[in-house]
């Protein structure tokens, strides 16, 4: 079946140390984005790649990168983690079409310690 | 660790009643309209979509109505199973490729007892 798959699902780093989180595509959507979601709150979008154009949201913080080498892998780097990176991360794909919605993967869990 | 988020708003339902969950959006240029289903540790699972030409659209058991004019979304599901059991979230899109942003409203949790 086509799908968006994360790995790894739970993800466990140390205060500071790097980080790589990763998403594949089996269904050929031109759009990936990232969304950072906490605890009890609506997921929040960090950044999207447009085909392989990168869009940063303005409040997305420096700490936090991303790569899409071709269009079934994207990556999100977060160089520094801090305690409030915690959060499940969610990578989605969707085509350009205005009126279609997204399809997400299972997510990462991220525990910073 | 992860900081304390939101209390989320909390439906609680018999089995078998049927279910409503509201949402009110915020931007008036969103012409495309979601509702997604997110069980405990998974990612956001699409119900059902509307477009702003339309004021109602039915799936199976579920059905959103969409008003305009005072910007309100709601997703009505029918003899609520505990499987319905789920954090439910609203997403609008504006008009547009570039807009092709999905922002999500914040999430009511639907509890269902058995």
Redesign the interface.
């Known amino acids: 079946d086509a799908m968006v798959i994360q790995n790894p699902r739970y993800q466990v780093t140390q205060f500071g140390k790097p980080v790589t989180l990763s998403c594949s595509q089996t269904l050929n959507h031109n759009v990936m984005y990232w969304y950072q979601q906490k605890s009890s709150q609506a997921p929040k979008l960090l950044f999207h790649y447009y085909d392989k154009d990168f869009n940063n949201e303005a409040d997305t913080p420096d700490n936090f990168q991303s790569r899409r080498p071709n269009t079934s892998f994207c990556f999100l780097d977060i160089r520094s983690p801090g305690l409030g990176d915690a959060a499940m991360y969610l990578c989605a794909t969707s085509t350009s079409g205005w009126n279609y919605g997204y399809t997400f993967g299972s997510g990462t869990r991220l525990t910073v310690v | 660790?992860?900081?304390?988020?939101?209390?989320?708003p909390t439906l609680s339902v018999q089995e078998g009643d049927n279910s409503i969950i509201n949402c009110a959006y915020s931007n008036s240029a969103s012409?495309?309209f979601?509702w997604?289903k997110q069980e405990s540790?998974?990612?956001?699972?699409?119900i059902i979509?509307i477009?702003s030409n339309m004021d109602k659209r039915q799936g199976q058991r579920v059905t959103v109505l969409l008003n305009k004019t005072v910007k309100h979304l709601s997703l009505q599901i029918a003899a609520t199973q505990p499987g319905d059991s789920a954090v439910y979230?609203c997403?609008e899109?504006p008009?547009?490729?570039a807009?092709?942003?999905?922002?999500?409203?914040?999430?009511t949790r639907l509890m269902v007892k058995p």
């Open positions: 660790g992860e900081s304390v988020g939101l209390h989320l012409d495309y979601i997604y540790g998974k990612g956001p699972q699409f979509d477009r979230f997403a899109k008009h547009g490729n807009g092709n942003m999905l922002t999500f409203g914040g999430g």
